[in-house]
């Protein structure tokens, strides 16, 4: 898996993942996606719902995009667990969403914005692009496909 560390930092703020995510997987410019972010609703150092973000590209500067649907192991196992005073087995249901490694190998070509939990960054072209080293392990919790004609 090829991870591309890109330099974007902006001064006196943090919790601007969503920011660097939109620029990499759009080609815009830093600046842009910024404004962009913080007219959709964000708030310096914090976090924003990658949702509302793509939502309000969409609205405002035609951005086309789709939900991938990802694909899921899902397990089931007992849980034995005390309650009101004897025990009982309880089903529990795991859902596996994949890595960003098998993700890549999922999904080879293409933008894709990803965001994982507490987290956002973008899939080009088989490259992890992100502001910051992020492992291959990490759970893809939702992804969404930007689609070229779009971003142009």
Known sequence: MNVKVTPYKIENDSGYCTVVALTNVTGWDFKKCWYVANNAGRKRHNGFM???LL???SKHHGLEFELVKLKYNPTEHL???RRYGYDELTPVYKSNSPTLAQF???HPTGRFY??????SLAVVNGVVMDAWKIGPRRRVKRAWRIHERSIY
């Not at 990803?114 to 987290?119: L, V």
């Open 114 to 119: 990803i965001s994982t939990i507490g987290h």
């Open 104 to 106: 890549v190998k999922q």
């Open 79 to 81: 849980r034995r667990r």
């Open 55 to 57: 939502e309000y590209a």
């Open 50 to 52: 990658p949702h509302v």
